[in-house]
């Protein structure tokens, strides 16, 4: 199982609908877990830290479930400038590590 | 401004002429990463320093060095390039000393080896 894996994509999904993505980690003792987003030959940047208890921003909602090892993304009424490419990232809690994942594409439709 | 910045952002070099891109962030953090970012393979971990003089390996180090001399710069050295070594090179870094924080990215740096 790899350390950290999200469903590549493309989702194309239309204006205004609601979009979710999962992310699974491998390492059960990983301690801290981010969504990036990555616009095209740009650089990532935070979207939401995710905790324990879930967090919202807005549109955004993540979630974090230990017992299975997955992180959840969870966006509404998504916009055209939703589109971007959506990155998981984890501290493995292992020398420090900290993985991204491949990430997850995502196309809003007009 | 709080930034990390990256230089250069766009080079185009040969095969084993030494280069150095250089990172440096004005926001006191302690924690630096460097990360390259390749097509079906994601963004992955080259170095990354917790403190001064303090560096460890990340998943992909060999064929590259780094120093951390001081506690804003943190250059990426390539002693001799090669041509697995073209790719989009991310400097990032993080206020809390690990990286358990959120990390800041610079604008990146486009590497292509001859």
């Known amino acids: 199982r790899k350390e950290v894996e999200q469903d590549p994509g493309p989702f194309n999904v239309p204006e205004g609908a609601t979009v979710a993505f999962n992310c699974t980690y491998s390492?059960?003792?990983?301690?801290?877990f981010f969504w990036y987003r990555q616009d095209c030959r740009k650089e990532p940047k935070l979207l939401m830290s995710v905790y324990s208890s879930g967090n919202e921003d807005g549109r955004f909602t993540a979630q974090l479930n230990r017992a299975s090892q997955y992180i959840s993304l969870l966006i509404r009424d998504s916009k055209l400038s939703d589109s971007a490419t959506y990155l998981c990232?984890?501290?493995?809690?292992?020398?420090?590590?900290?993985?991204f994942g491949k990430g997850t594409r995502l196309h809003i439709l007009p | 401004e709080a930034q990390v910045t990256q230089n250069p952002r766009y080079l185009i070099t040969v095969t084993g002429k030494k280069l150095t891109v250089t990172c440096s962030q004005n926001m006191n953090h302690e924690y630096m990463s460097w990360y390259r970012q390749d097509p079906g393979l994601g963004l992955r971990q080259i170095y990354y320093?917790?403190?001064?003089?303090?560096?460890d390996k990340g998943d992909v180090p060999e064929g590259y060095k780094v120093s951390r001399k001081e506690k804003r710069n943190f250059p990426l050295i390539l002693e001799s390039p090669s041509p697995n070594q073209t790719s989009l090179y991310f400097c990032a870094s993080s206020f809390q000393s690990g990286p358990a924080g959120p990390q800041h990215f610079g604008d990146g740096t486009r590497l292509s080896i001859l």
């Open positions: 390492n059960s003792a990983s301690q801290s």
């Open positions: 990232v984890v501290n493995t809690g292992r020398d420090d590590k900290i993985i």
């Open positions: 320093s917790m403190n001064v003089e303090v560096t």
